[in-house]
């Protein structure tokens, strides 16, 4: 990182870390960017605007310490990128109990999350920032429709994510008007 972002500093470039996924040790595999403290440690190391988060709201969400509103707030100035996707944690004493929930279902507070996330936007707006709107997608999907019996990529449905596109853009357009 410490020669890579200062090259992409210099070419108006954003990198964003993706957080492991799953966030938990697999395998015997050790994870090493699964928390805010994780995401902290990274961006202090090499402190340039180009260093940045991917905030992953499944991969951060399977864990119930991490307060994915709250870090939007804290770490809003570096996130580059938004993966939004829910999880339902089945079991909190067993962090790899947990699976892909609809976009608004599962544990992760996603009204909250995009509320903060459109206060960056503005906050970044206000300051000029020509990042001042940050990408997101739908990540993950539910399978619907003639998705349950067709042979696709597990989680990365068509009809699933667009139904995922359209209920996050509901709740930034309905959060848009109360502002």
């Known amino acids: 990182m410490q020669h890579v972002a200062p090259v992409a500093q210099e070419l108006g470039l954003r990198l964003c870390c993706h957080p492991d996924d799953p966030p938990f040790d697999l395998l015997g595999l050790p994870r090493f960017m699964s928390s805010e403290a994780d995401y902290r440690y990274i961006l202090d190391a090499v402190d340039l605007p180009a260093n940045g988060v991917t905030l992953c709201s499944g991969s951060l969400g399977v864990s119930p310490y991490n307060d994915l509103p709250g870090m939007m707030q804290r770490l809003g100035d570096r996130v580059h990128f938004l993966h939004l996707r829910n999880v339902k944690r089945e079991d909190d004493s067993f962090p790899g109990s947990f699976h892909e929930a609809e976009h608004l279902g599962g544990d992760v507070d996603m009204v909250a999350l995009i509320a903060a996330a459109?206060?960056?936007?503005?906050?970044?707006?206000?300051?000029?920032?020509?990042?001042?709107?940050?990408?997101?997608?739908?990540?993950?999907?539910?399978?619907?429709?003639?998705?349950?019996?067709?042979?696709?990529?597990?989680?990365?449905?068509?009809?699933?994510?667009?139904?995922?596109?359209?209920?996050?853009?509901?709740?930034?357009?309905?959060?848009?008007?109360?502002?």
């Not at 998705?147 to 709740?171: H, M």
């Open 118 to 179: 459109l206060d960056e936007e503005a906050a970044r707006r206000a300051a000029g920032r020509a990042d001042h709107v940050i990408p997101m997608r739908p990540d993950h999907g539910q399978d619907i429709a003639d998705e349950l019996t067709r042979q696709s990529q597990p989680g990365y449905p068509l009809i699933g994510r667009l139904q995922g596109l359209a209920e996050l853009r509901g709740v930034e357009a309905a959060l848009m008007a109360t502002r």
